[in-house]
């Protein structure tokens, strides 16, 4: 099997620095983790609360801490150091390899999109809370087996509300264009992350109205055996 991971991300128009953070980490015991995280308000601001939310959940998972523990350290720490005046939205997904799972973290409203052979289309949109404000804040975990087919999707609020603002009356909906992508035969990670934000930003006219950021996780048949693991990246400055 050959497991992609990919985002895709722009910073809202006419803002000079994006208030959503993207970390990567290698787990200890196998495997990665993505952080995405979003700032409340946007800019600068919104970038240091990002900040501080995502390098301390990377910080744990590096250190071999399970993703429930170190999203609820994450949300601890904002909420000590802000005196729970900010909030932040957090979606991990963890390649776990000791345990064959796709671990996916949720403290965010905005559902994360699944796909598996055995399942079909679902979304898990149990109710979740940003990370910062509510003391007792949980993450929402699931586990989703690593199997051939298997693509995860999760995002910022910027994506699903894009086109509210621009006077088109209606809001993009990543769930359907996330189906019919898959429909399409459509399972490569960077094409699926390239294609929500290039519609989303169609919504909003080119102009995005808020941050937007795409991760996407699929996992692959691997036909030519190739045990290579590789890691490539973009970033137009």
Known sequence: MEVQFAVAKVTKWATSESGDTLEMIERPHGGISMVLVDGQRSGKSAKLIS???????????????????????????LYTNRGGKVSATLNMISVDTLTRTLVISRNNEAPVLVHTAADGFYLLDQPSVAVGV????????????IEVNTIVVAFTDGLRHAGTLSGR??????????????????????????????????????????????????VLDSADGDEVRRLSGRLIL
């Open 169 to 218: 009356g209606m809001a993009y909906d990543p769930d359907a264009a996330f189906r019919q992508m898959v429909g399409e035969g459509i399972g490569d990670a960077h094409a699926i992350c390239d294609r929500l934000l290039a519609e989303a930003l169609a919504m909003d006219d080119g102009r995005a109205r808020d941050d937007i950021s795409v991760m996407a996780i699929s």
């Open 51 to 77: 900040n501080i939310v995502a390098r301390k959940a990377v910080q744990l998972l590096s250190e071999g801490v399970r993703d429930g523990a170190a999203a609820r350290a994450a949300h601890d720490y």
């Open 134 to 145: 509510h003391r007792n804040t949980k993450p929402v975990i699931s586990e989703v087996p």
